[in-house]
C-alpha cells in the first residue's frame, strides 16, 4: 500500500507560480515512477508529467512543457511540480500518482489539490 497527500494549491493570478508537493508513504519512494495530473471540470482527466524512479527522465505534456518541471526527492519520499506562468486553462485538480505495479498505469493517487489561475 501506498499513501499520497498532496499540498501547495492554491489561487494565483495568471503569469504567477506555484509549487505542488506529493508526500509518499508506504513503499519504498524510489523503486516506482510517479506522476502528476490535473483534471478540470467537465474535462477528462490529463496527464500533466510524470518521473521516472530515478528522476534521470521525465515527461511534460505539451501544453505545460517549458513552464512546469516535475522533480523528486528520494529521500525525502516526496515529488514536486512547478508551475511557473501560469494561465487560467491550468486551473484544475492536481493528482500526484505512483504506478507501483509495473504497467498498471498507475494504481495509487492522491486526494487532490485544487489550482486556480485567474486572468
Known amino acids: 500500500q501506498v499513501q499520497l497527500a498532496e499540498s501547495g494549491g492554491g489561487l494565483v493570478q495568471a503569469g504567477g507560480s506555484l509549487r505542488l508537493s506529493c508526500a509518499a508513504s508506504?513503499?519504498?519512494?524510489?523503486?516506482?515512477?510517479m506522476g502528476w495530473f490535473r483534471q478540470a471540470p467537465g474535462k477528462e482527466r490529463e496527464r500533466v508529467a510524470t518521473?521516472?524512479?530515478?528522476?534521470?527522465?521525465?515527461y511534460y505534456a505539451d501544453s505545460v512543457k517549458g513552464r512546469f518541471t516535475i522533480s523528486r526527492d528520494n529521500a525525502k519520499n516526496t515529488v514536486y511540480l512547478q508551475m511557473n506562468s501560469l494561465k487560467p486553462e491550468d486551473t484544475a485538480v492536481y493528482y500526484c500518482?505512483?504506478?507501483?505495479?509495473?504497467?498498471?498505469?498507475?494504481?495509487?493517487w492522491g486526494q487532490g489539490t485544487q489550482v486556480t489561475v485567474s486572468s
Open positions: 500518482a505512483a504506478e507501483v505495479l509495473p504497467g498498471s498505469k498507475y494504481d495509487y
Open positions: 508506504g513503499r519504498t519512494f524510489s523503486s516506482y515512477p
Open positions: 518521473i521516472s524512479r530515478s528522476g534521470s527522465m521525465a
